[in-house]
């Protein structure tokens, strides 16, 4: 494996495995809160013992969010030295507030671990939603630094130099808002769908019931609202891809040549060899609708992009399709969720339903990878879009693909004993959550 | 706003240097008690620490940042060539903050245990280790950025003498800070008896690193005599440092726990200053005697202006919780 491509693979494994922590760690915090307020109105122990239990979920993605997240702190210089060099004065205020932001989440977190009967319990409760806010700050701030690179501002590049410095402008570059609305919503729906399931599964092994349903219900709210407005959101990341980043739109769609109008292909082979497409669906006049809002408006193929500013098109494209796919398979058991709901108060007995989102999981997470395979692979050839590009930017030194290999194996290890500590901390539901009177 | 940059840089590097190290100490410590004390030692360990730790590993952070934000040419010279031994001490972090994590939530006690300790021990370690390793490598003069071999430039650079003796005195000191902490903690006299010895141990290997630095910065041709005797501000850091080490003693052999851990801090402090305060504002050491100033690789003012205002601004959100989160655990001792 060549120095290049282990650097980008390190990253994107590294990135892969803190996405999944981190939105982990940062949804979360709703829910406990969600039961924590029900058990604070209610007195209803059950939802005390909801949030005593989420709030282990929450300190061990926390731990290994963070540790994964100073992980990348350092590895955008351990890999990209280049880039750093000169974008971290540019680009480098989201994540200054980052810092503040994540401070102010450890602090709370410990606040709330270790505050139980010992604080004022609505500053304890307090303390919790602030664990939930400053996370999600935290994340729309780093998503705002990724969007830089997609959409530089806040600087001119004259002959190679990066004058005219301005840290706020580049924060609040064109691609931040739409880039962070579209990761915070696929964030609840992730984990939300992914928790809800969890807790399904549960319920549907008879297990602990009342504790299951509850818990359902609350994660099931954020994942189903999320999933239906995450379209809406994915329609206005399309236009602006399709007017800042001509070639990732024509990557995630494969289109090769510029059409007017321009077809949605559903599905379908790439070959990048002889740059053509096959055995897919065409919706004529879709993708020209979703780029532009005009059925019959012109949309740019790679044609019209100098060959070696192609991003890899088959990469972007699978990745786009398996997005959208899993979006819209989410987004319609949510109408069937709302739908049984409305008719029948409760999806305790639909099994079927109960089952659905057991199948669903790991759907969320999949197509949070996938989206992000999207907008990371589709920025290719270029680290700063347009201004530099990834493969001037890795470090000169030797021998990274052994680095690659050692921190896959850190990764996938590190996984493993999380998704084994889940495991055995549901399995302890019944007997921690039995009697009222339980500590830590 | 470039001094209260620098400022912060210095603060953030102090804290991570007190309150990480005494993380990484009480591993260290752990590490070197015997196998029939362990348990209660974890236990007082994870008492004083559990609610804090997170915060602790806050400033490495803000530390970082502050350096690509405002330094990027420090954090790219240090990031190329000191890359290993920087992963090492990243692969401690992520080892040691997660075996602590999970040892605590983990819902079943069993032989799993056994794993988290251990790596939680080693790795706090190595973690304490290769942090000193890296503050050596800044002052070494080894880091040739015009080396042409993979040796010179990839790992002369920190495994050299003066290096590798920083970071056993490093260990020594976070080992000490721990035990020191500690002790006003205990329950039981037993207890504080255990990590009184363990604070004197560490004294030990303190002293005996230490004279090891000095031994090896003359051999590796280490400024570090000029900067600490010649200076008057190194000087009177190095003697406050002594000063501060027999009241400690003095104090111990009182019982005053309070006061030992700010004089413990007031030491490591004192140590920092004395060999950083004549060599500032340069931060890195080149080979052939070239440095890298602080001022003189400082982002363009824009960005220097709107990270400090970050800085003040988020210290007086963060401040104020982060006193009153030490403050809320330490009162329930009482």
């Known amino acids: ?440 | 706003m470039e001094q209260v940059v620098i400022a912060f840089l210095c603060l953030a590097i102090l804290l991570y240097f007190l309150l990480g190290g005494a993380d990484f100490g009480a591993g260290i410590i752990e590490l070197f008690t015997s196998t029939k004390n362990r348990s209660r030692t974890r236990k007082t360990m994870y008492h004083a620490i559990g609610p804090v730790w997170e915060a602790n590993h806050m400033w490495l952070i803000i530390a970082i940042v502050i350096l690509f934000v405002a330094f990027p040419k420090i954090y790219t010279t240090m990031s190329v060539h000191l890359h290993i031994p920087l992963a090492i001490m990243l692969i401690g972090i992520m080892a040691r903050g997660t075996a602590f994590v999970f040892r605590h939530y983990d819902a079943v006690k069993d032989d799993m245990h056994w794993l988290y300790n251990r790596i939680f021990r080693y790795s706090s370690f190595v973690t304490a280790l290769f942090l000193g390793i890296l503050a050596g490598s800044v002052l070494s003069g080894k880091i040739d950025p015009n080396a042409n071999n993979f040796a010179d430039a990839y790992i002369f650079g920190w495994l050299n003498l003066f290096s590798v003796a920083v970071g056993l005195f490093t260990t020594a000191l976070c080992g000490f800070l721990a035990a020191v902490y500690l002790i006003g903690e205990c329950k039981t006299d037993e207890d504080k008896q255990r990590f009184i010895k363990k604070a004197k141990y560490m004294n030990v290997a303190a002293v005996i690193f230490g004279a090891m630095v000095f031994v090896s910065a003359t051999m590796e041709d280490v400024p570090l005599m000029n900067w600490v005797v010649y200076n008057k501000v190194g000087l009177a850091a190095v003697i406050l440092a002594s000063l501060s080490l027999v009241l400690l003693w003095y104090l111990l052999l009182k019982g005053r726990t309070q006061i030992l851990r700010v004089l413990a801090g007031f030491q490591v402090t004192m140590i920092l200053v004395a060999i950083s305060y004549a060599h500032f504002p340069n931060f890195i050491r080149l080979k052939g005697g070239e440095t890298i100033s602080l001022y003189a690789v400082i982002a363009p003012e824009k960005t220097v202006q709107s990270l400090g205002w970050a800085l003040v601004l988020g210290s007086l959100l963060i401040l104020p919780f982060l006193g009153y989160l030490f403050y809320k655990f330490q009162q329930k001792e009482e």
């Open chain 1, 1 to 440: 494996m060549d120095d290049f491509l282990a650097a980008r693979s390190q990253m994107a494994l590294s990135l892969g495995f803190h996405i999944i922590y981190a939105c982990i760690g940062m949804v979360m915090p709703f829910f406990m809160a969600i039961s924590h307020y029900k058990w604070l109105k209610t007195n209803n122990e059950v939802y005390k013992h909801i949030t005593k239990a989420w709030s282990k979920g929450v300190a061990i993605f926390f731990a290994t969010g963070a540790v994964s997240g100073t992980m990348l702190s350092f590895e955008l210089g351990l890999l990209w030295p280049k880039f750093m060099e000169h974008a971290g004065p540019i680009f480098g205020m989201p994540f200054s507030l980052e810092g503040t932001a994540f401070f102010i989440e450890a602090i709370a977190l410990g606040f709330f671990l270790y505050g139980w009967d010992k604080l004022n319990k609505w500053f304890h409760w307090f303390t919790g939603v602030v664990v939930g806010v400053s996370g999600l700050a935290s994340g729309i701030l780093v998503v705002a630094a990724n969007a830089w690179m997609n959409s530089p501002a806040g600087f001119d590049y004259v002959d190679g130099q990066y004058t005219n410095i301005d840290p706020i402008k580049a924060m609040f570059n064109d691609a931040w808002f739409t880039q962070a609305l579209h990761m915070c919503l696929a964030a609840f729906t992730a984990t939300g769908f992914a928790v809800a399931g969890v807790h399904a599964l549960m319920i549907l092994r008879k297990q602990h019931t009342d504790f299951h349903y509850k818990s359902f219900k609350i994660a099931s709210a954020f994942a189903t609202v999320c999933a239906l407005l995450q379209p809406i959101s994915g329609d206005i990341s399309a236009k602006d891809v399709a007017q800042r980043q001509p070639a990732k739109l024509a990557a995630m769609e494969a289109l090769y040549k510029t059409e007017k109008p321009a077809p949605l292909i559903i599905g379908g082979i790439v070959d990048e060899k002889n740059k053509t497409v096959s055995n897919y669906i065409e919706l004529p006049g879709a993708l020209s609708f979703l780029a532009h809002g005009d059925f019959k408006a012109e949309v740019k193929g790679l044609d019209q992009i100098p060959e070696d500013e192609h991003p890899p098109v088959a990469i972007t494209h699978y990745a786009f399709q398996i997005m959208v796919g899993l979006g819209t398979l989410m987004m319609f058991i949510s109408f069937i969720y709302f739908f049984i709901l409305w008719r029948k108060k409760t999806i305790l007995n639909t099994k079927w339903l109960l089952k659905l989102f057991v199948f669903a999981i790991p759907l969320g997470y999949i197509a949070l990878e996938a989206g992000w395979v999207v907008t990371e692979v589709g920025r290719q050839p270029w680290i700063i879009n347009g201004i530099m590009r990834t493969k001037d930017a890795v470090t000169p030194m030797p021998g990274i693909a052994w680095s690659f290999y050692l921190f896959s194996a850190i990764y996938f290890s590190l996984s493993l004993i999380v998704i084994f500590l889940l495991y055995r901390q549901i399995k302890m539901v019944p007997v921690l959550y039995k009697s009222s009177n339980i500590d830590n």
